[in-house]
């Protein structure tokens, strides 16, 4: 096995270094302190699962990266956290005081594909709050979203709350069939008006139903949006999903929280999974969302224990890419290497662990270079001294003006 | 207020895209149709306009760097892009069309012998031949598609036409239409989120004159 060196890499997946990788932890690290200050304890799943568990998930399988267990089972990358903490709040939690407030920090993998981004491997942050059907539930998930991203420094965030409900209910009592309403959906979510109107217009339905759904793409804006949609859909599903989504609205107001919240019926896409409230977070930095969740009240029965729930997922890769535009930090520069000749090797190692037990980060020589190759070694790193130990002398080589 | 970024596309669409900004009264005096420059900024400081290969509208459009753009439906058709297309701006129309030499274009569809079409949209020619059931080697090329033909490179090609006057000309005449298309106006997810007053004002200005 000679011959060339394989380096290739496969689509969707990133290396990330120096200030990036800065960046990513940095952001991380915050989310995770926002997420604990509001009572959110970690869970930590397998990086894949059971096919059928994910499938269950109601997330499209061709997103998944499947592979075969050695027994034959099918096993699957997870796409998403939600379905594997679904599994476990229906297995290993059923048992723990609700409601639970959960979190996690994880790599999910999808099949690269223009309509859900380019990357196949993404790194998520998310909360899941178990257990609590009140509006109450969503308006805090909705608020430590806003909260954790202002405390990264941004400061634009903008949060759109839909309800999946009201859709659901302009279309429930209509003989419309499941592939025309993939259309109207698909339509919708074009924003395409005229197309929409004419495919509406060669169907069987009452003229102000055809309005209704055309209407829908008006849906968003400040509160009065929910009075507007209220006046278009005279359902029992729908005016539930509107007094639902008006009551979260209540609560945020009260959280002063509404300046950052912008109510958005048009929004008709998501996750199988979602029941209820659905998220989508944004900053003017960014040409796409930063975080997406929802209300998935029938997810954990999936598993066998039926329990409501909400959450929402931050995209740790966008949202580093922003808080590097706002607050660019320098990566930390080492404080010292030691050079040493051979003889004072134990003294070397004595006097950097002395260092950096005081908080400095240090490097020891590995290598039998030149002063002079040090000093270079050390200029372009952007290492503040060089110490050398050889013979009698500790001689300090400061190296302050390095760049 | 941040300045509204417009992707324009280079070509045929170009001079008709400018003509509607300057009827909604967005007027770029710096703008040269021969300068080489690809940013101009509009007069009244709202609009920033970039300049792209038709293809590529999308791509800057869909990824943020312009808020809202214009190009044909047809490249819309052809690639799947994450956008929203909330105006046809009722320009530009031309039809996607399936054309054969002259002497090969009675022969009709199923019994020819297609072996390669030529075409700059192959993910609409296949898609077209799929729901025909008929398998076709589809060749991308990048422009002067009725070259193709007439070098023997394919038998068959699908391109956009506008007057018909082209494939005329290289001997070549329709033989089915696959689709038709005129100018859109896109807008980014997130700006039409962000700023959506912005953009409905702009749609609707652009919906009146269109």
């Known amino acids: 096995m000679s011959g060339r060196a394989v380096n290739t890499m496969p689509a969707g997946v990133t290396d990330v270094l120096l200030n990036d990788a800065q960046l990513k932890t940095h952001t991380e690290s915050s989310l995770r302190g926002s997420f604990e200050a509001c009572g959110y304890v970690e869970a930590i799943t397998p990086t894949f699962e059971c096919y059928e568990v994910l499938l269950a998930g109601g997330i499209d399988p061709e997103w998944m990266y499947k592979f075969s267990a050695p027994s034959g089972g099918i096993l699957a990358l997870r796409p998403d956290l939600t379905t594997p903490i679904a ?268 260092l950096r037990v005081e908080g400095n980060r240090v490097e020891l020589e590995v290598t039998n270079r030149s002063e002079e190759d040090a000093v270079a070694y050390a200029r372009e790193k952007g290492i503040a001294e060089l110490i050398v130990l050889e013979e009698d002398e500790k001689r300090i080589v400061p190296l302050e003006n390095a760049k | 207020m941040d300045r509204l970024t417009v992707a324009l596309p280079k070509g045929r669409l170009l001079s008709p895209s400018l003509d509607r900004f300057e009827r909604i009264g967005v007027t770029i005096t710096d703008y040269e149709q021969e300068s080489r420059r690809l940013v101009f900024d509009a007069d009244d400081g709202r609009y920033r306009f970039v300049i792209a290969k038709p293809f590529d509208v999308p791509t800057y459009v869909e990824y943020g760097i312009a808020d809202v753009g214009v190009v044909g439906s047809d490249v819309l058709m052809e690639e799947d892009h994450d956008v929203h297309e909330p105006l046809d701006l009722r320009f530009g129309d031309c039809r996607l069309v399936l054309a054969a030499p002259r002497n090969r274009a009675g022969e009709g569809l199923p019994l020819h012998s297609v072996h390669r079409v030529a075409t700059k949209y192959p993910t609409l020619t296949k898609r077209y031949f799929a729901s025909r059931g008929i398998q076709v080697e589809t060749i991308k090329l990048y422009g002067s598609v009725e070259l193709a033909p007439i070098t023997g490179l394919s038998e068959m090609i699908v391109d956009l036409v506008q007057t018909g006057k082209t494939l005329e000309e290289n001997g070549l005449v329709p033989i089915a239409e696959i689709a038709t298309a005129s100018a859109r106006l896109i807008v980014n997810r997130a700006s039409h989120k962000i700023r959506l007053t912005e953009i409905i004002a702009l749609t609707d200005a652009l919906s009146e004159v269109s």
């Open chain 1, 87 to 354: 599994r476990v709040v229906a297995t290993r939690l059923r048992e723990a005081p609700k409601p639970l407030r959960l979190y996690y920090i994880e790599n999910v993998f999808r099949r690269p594909d223009p309509k859900r981004g380019k990357q196949a491997e993404l790194s998520q942050a998310g909360i899941e709050l178990v257990g609590s059907s009140d509006p109450a539930a969503d308006a805090e998930v909705v608020a430590v979203a806003i909260e954790a991203l202002q405390r990264l420094g941004i400061d634009d965030v903008q949060l759109n709350l839909g309800q999946i409900g009201f859709f659901q209910g302009v279309i429930e009592d209509t003989t419309l069939s499941e592939p025309e309403i993939t259309v109207i959906k698909e339509r919708l979510d074009r924003r395409d008006r005229e197309d929409l109107a004419r495919f509406l217009e060669e169907r069987e339905l009452p003229s102000d139903k055809k309005n209704s759904i055309l209407e829908i793409l008006t849906l968003c804006g400040g509160e009065a949006v929910i009075e507007r949609a209220s006046t278009l859909a005279d359902n029992n599903t729908s005016a539930a999903a509107l007094e639902n989504l008006a009551e979260i609205y209540r609560i945020l107001d009260e959280f002063h929280l509404t300046d950052r919240v912008v109510v958005d019926l048009a929004e008709v896409r998501g996750f199988g999974y979602y029941t209820g409230l659905m998220v989508e977070g944004f900053s003017r930095s960014l040409g796409s969302s930063i975080l997406k969740g929802g209300r998935y009240d029938d997810l954990i029965a999936k598993f066998g224990y039926p329990c409501p729930a909400v959450g929402c997922a931050f995209d740790i890769d966008r949202i580093a890419t922003i808080v590097q535009k706002e607050k660019l930090a320098a990566l930390p520069k080492l404080d010292a290497l030691v050079r040493f000749s051979d003889e004072r090797r134990s003294e070397a190692y004595e006097l950097a662990t002395a």
